[in-house]
């Protein structure tokens, strides 16, 4: 059974610029959450999309969104970057909405920005 | 506000010797925790998980403990081998809740 993936793996913008990160979940799975890594912060919750509904939303800026295709597959939007956002951007895949599935993870996008 | 608090950003621990990583949440709605793992350029891995009715569970090398009145939860890894360094993050959610809240991660190396 393939894992949860995410492309590109790495990429490199500048400030300014636009990004969109993909994400393929585990086959069955319904739910899609995006996750950013940076140092010292831990996972910060973006947003969960299951049946292509955006079910919660972290406490991010509105530059960040994101959507949930038919198939699952899901892709993460950050428009006109910062600096700050250069950091780790992590899916998770589960079969279910509720609060006890465990997520399963992707490797990640690391997105620099310069 | 973080609601998980990892308090520890990194642990030393000779191998064959105990790791105990601790992990503190200040929300009482919080009925379910889980422990991920963490190798460089790889997604967190699921570990262990343990339900607010329990205060205990076990999974061969790993046991995570629960102290609800305390707020507290912990990993013991016994015994500890150089393979388990990684980066531990301790995670929450509500039964009604479809996001994880993360804390911010231990490191944990396992010395040879």
């Known amino acids: 059974k393939a894992g949860v993936t995410q492309t590109p793996r790495y990429l490199i913008k500048t400030r300014g610029q636009q990004v969109t990160l993909s994400c393929s979940p585990i086959s069955g799975h319904r739910s899609v959450s995006w996750y950013q890594q940076t140092p010292g912060q831990g996972l910060q919750f973006l947003f969960e999309y299951f049946s292509e509904t955006q079910r919660n939303k972290g406490n991010f800026p509105g530059r960040f969104s994101g959507r949930q295709f038919s198939n699952s597959r899901s892709e993460m939007n950050v428009s006109t970057l910062e600096l700050g956002d250069s950091a780790l951007y992590l899916c998770a895949s589960r079969q279910g909405s509720g609060g006890a599935n465990v997520l399963t993870f992707g490797a990640g996008s690391r997105l620099t920005v310069l | 506000d973080q609601q998980v608090k990892q308090n520890s950003p990194s642990l030393s621990v000779q191998e064959g010797r105990i790791s105990i990583l601790n992990c503190d949440y200040t929300?009482?709605?919080?009925?379910?925790f889980l422990w991920y793992k963490k190798y460089p350029a790889e997604g967190p891995t699921f570990l262990i998980s343990?339900?607010?009715?329990?205060d205990k569970n076990e999974d061969g090398r790993f046991t995570v403990f629960l102290n609800k009145s305390a707020k507290h939860l912990s990993l013991h890894i016994v015994p500890s081998q150089p393979g388990d360094s990684a980066v531990y993050f301790c995670a929450a959610s509500t039964s009604s809740a479809r996001q994880l809240t993360f804390g911010s991660g231990t490191q944990l190396t396992v010395l040879p």
């Open positions: 929300n009482s709605m919080f009925d379910y």
């Open positions: 343990i339900s607010s009715i329990k």
